[in-house]
């Protein structure tokens, strides 16, 4: 069964501080991977995509990602209450083609206290 | 900015009754998607579609539920006979030509079956 496993949390992290999400994931042949962010009762929002190991950084957010570990983390610097929300990790075999059916991780809940 | 739109945001039927989920994808995608989510659950795939066929289908996608693209522009979810479980936020989603890359989702359909 492929598996993607996250902390559902609630993380509580006060304002302007750095916040630390953690995916991990059981399919080898996963190639590519996202963070989504979902207010409650909304649609799952792309935050990042990242394919390669390594970080990749776009304004406050990195992703990381470690394939030998199996292993997918988010971070989000200097953290603002509108971050507030559930942090959603999928992952695909990717590659050629249509590929993309996503396996999604439960979320992690992110409070930010001003 | 070009978005997925969906219709209805929210629809409510009897048990047994048929419904029909729409979506119009952003213009230029090739690839298209269904997911559901079950409230406080992980969000699941349903069915994937490519050049006007089914190109995978999950577990959960039997013989109740069909998806048709009738015209240049939307894609449609039918559930046939709808169930109690059948109640969830059904979310499309469209990708672009390139592989292994994001989905963009609509906002969602709420289905609740009484």
């Known amino acids: 069964q492929k598996e993607v496993e996250q902390n559902s949390g609630p993380l509580s992290v006060p304002e302007g501080a750095i916040a630390s999400l953690n995916c991990t994931y059981s399919?080898?042949?996963?190639?590519?991977f996202f963070w989504y962010r979902q207010y409650s009762g909304k649609s799952p929002e792309l935050i990042m995509s990242?394919?390669s190991n390594g970080d990749k950084e776009d304004g406050r957010f990195t992703a990381q990602l470690n394939k030998a570990s199996q292993y997918v983390s988010l971070l989000i610097r200097d953290s603002q209450p509108s971050d507030s929300a559930t942090y959603l990790c999928?992952?695909?075999?990717?590659?050629?083609?249509?590929?993309?059916?996503?396996?999604w991780g439960l979320g992690t809940s992110l409070a930010v206290n001003p | 900015e070009p978005e997925v739109t969906q219709t209805p945001s929210h629809q409510v039927t009897q048990m047994g009754q048929e419904v029909i989920l729409r979506c119009v994808p952003i213009?230029?995608?090739?690839?298209f998607y269904w997911y559901r989510q079950i409230l406080g659950q992980k969000v699941e795939f349903l069915v994937s579609?490519?050049?006007?066929?089914?190109?995978?289908k999950s577990e959960i996608f039997d013989d109740q539920f069909s998806v048709e693209r009738p015209d240049g522009s939307n894609f449609t979810l039918k559930i046939r006979s709808t169930k109690l479980e059948d109640s969830a936020m059904y979310f499309c989603?469209?990708?672009?030509?390139?592989?292994?890359?994001?989905?963009?989702f609509g906002e969602g359909s709420r289905l609740t079956v009484l």
């Open positions: 399919d080898r042949g996963s190639q590519s």
């Open positions: 213009s230029n995608h090739l690839y």
């Open positions: 989603a469209s990708g672009d030509s390139f592989a292994g890359g994001e989905l963009f």
């Open positions: 579609f490519y050049n006007n066929e089914i190109s995978e």
């Open positions: 999928a992952a695909s075999l990717g590659g050629a083609g249509n590929n993309r059916k996503l396996i």
């Open positions: 990242i394919y």
